[in-house]
């Protein structure tokens, strides 16, 4: 998928599976229905110009509560296509509890994995819980994929840090760039 060109059509035949596969309209039809029967259950769907969904979040009461709690440190990353069974890019961000155990703050999947995805989850997390504020958000951890230009468009460069997780740092930034003996 470095290709360019491949990437353009892997995502435009990722769009075109999500928004005509049954799967998808059942899924939606379930966040429905959990929005009713579970409280503190909320998602957004992420449409296409024509109105396709082309990316679902959601956040359940623990991850509205460990958004709002936690969330000055924020981790993001998305799962590795070849350990996802449906083949989607999975974004869940992350923070640590005051135990300092990885706690979800909210789950997402999507076409592609782009700063355009990354924003609007986050913005997403914010309009689900209005308790967490993007001003709040201090630390920004992600791969070499995540530029400052997503602190820019959430409008928080000023408050706001990214820096390179320690996995990617450690296992894809040194080896690539250093060269370990």
């Known amino acids: 998928l470095d290709d360019p060109f491949v990437n353009q059509n892997f995502t435009q035949m990722l769009r075109k599976i999500m928004s005509n596969d ?36 959601y956040m359940t009461a623990q991850m509205r509560y460990h958004a709002r709690r ?47 995805f990354y924003i609007w989850i986050i913005q997403s997390m914010a309009s689900i819980e209005p308790r967490f504020l993007l001003s709040n958000i201090r630390i920004m951890f992600a791969d070499q994929k995540l530029t400052t230009t997503i602190l820019h468009e959430l409008g928080i460069e000023s408050s706001c840090i990214l820096r390179g997780d320690f996995y990617h740092l450690l296992n894809e930034v040194w080896p690539d760039h250093f060269h370990p003996s």
């Open 22 to 57: 049954s799967d998808t309209w059942e899924a939606l039809s379930l966040m429905d229905d959990l929005k009713i029967q579970a409280p503190g259950f909320d998602y957004r769907i992420k449409k296409d110009a024509a109105g396709r969904p082309i990316g679902l979040m």
């Open 70 to 116: 936690y969330g000055s440190v924020l981790c993001l990353d998305a799962q590795k296509r070849q350990y996802n069974t449906s083949g989607w890019p999975y974004i869940t961000p992350v923070v640590k509890d005051n135990e300092m155990k990885v706690a979800v703050a909210a789950e997402s999947i999507v076409t592609e994995e782009t700063h355009e």
